[in-house]
T-cell receptor, first 112, second 110 residues
Framework: DGGITQSPKYLFRKEGQNVTLSCEQN?????MYWYRQDPGQGLRLIYY???????QKGDIAEGYSVSREKKESFPLTVTSAQKNPTAFYLC???????????FGDGTRLSIL | SQQGEEDPQALSIQEGENATMNCSYK?????LQWYRQNSGRGLVHLIL?????REKHSGRLRVTLDTSKKSSSLLITASRAADTASYFC??????????FGKGNQVVVIP
């Protein structure tokens, strides 16, 4: 079945540590997105990529980094510069920027 | 920027009743989409309505769009307990990204 896989489901970060969240899709979609969701809140866009080897900052990119070396993969690194990283992170993909997005089941990041 | 704003924020209804929620936005759009999110899961796309459409149906879902008022509504008819979820509207502003609202929590009581 085609879809988006995020891993791990739960992740814990120590102070000063960088952590990487995985996002893989086998839908052959060009566009991929990373969102952050805080309790009771909507989705805020961190980074997005319309094509391999290209990506753009979203609304809250500070403290995060991404790469898009393969069409299927769009990993997100939460760096130590992100002072409040505890949140639910969602990855999505779409055929293009205005098409419906398909979401993974998220990674919940907490601080130890 | 987040521009979709759903109203009301939380809704509790009895099974079998209809649920209506609204979404307002501020700028011109190409299309508006509605998504559902079950607790602890990713979002699932429900329906897309283009800016030149006024109403769209999908099963028990009915979406309307009023571009003059910059608003949309989602109606779920004959609600079921399985419809308990958060519902989000998202607008396509033509910049290769969607702007999501804060969501509307719906609880359907069996």
């Amino acid at each position: 079945d085609g879809g988006i896989t995020q891993s791990p489901k739960y992740l814990f970060r120590k102070e000063g540590q960088n952590v990487t969240l995985s996002c893989e899709q086998n839908l052959n979609h060009d566009a991929m997105y990373w969102y952050r969701q805080d309790p009771g809140q909507g989705l805020r866009l961190i980074y997005y990529s319309q094509i391999v080897n290209d990506f753009q900052k979203g609304d809250i990119a500070e403290g995060y980094s991404v790469s898009r070396e393969k069409k299927e993969s769009f990993p997100l690194t939460v760096t130590s510069a992100q002072k409040n990283p505890t949140a639910f992170y969602l990855c999505a993909s779409s055929e293009s920027g205005y098409q419906p997005q398909h979401f993974g089941d998220g990674t919940r990041l907490s601080i130890l | 920027s987040q521009q979709g704003e759903e109203d009301p924020q939380a809704l509790s209804i009895q099974e079998g009743e209809n649920a209506t929620m609204n979404c307002s936005y501020k700028t011109s759009i190409n299309n508006l989409q509605w998504y559902r999110q079950n607790s602890g899961r990713g979002l699932v796309h429900l329906i897309l309505i283009r800016s030149n459409e006024r109403e769209k149906h999908s099963g028990r879902l009915r979406v309307t769009l009023d571009t003059s008022k910059k608003s949309s509504s989602l109606l779920i008819t004959a609600s079921r307990a399985a419809d308990t979820a958060s519902y989000f509207c998202a607008t396509d502003e033509g910049n290769n990204r969607l702007a999501f609202g804060k969501g509307n929590q719906v609880v359907v009581i069996p």
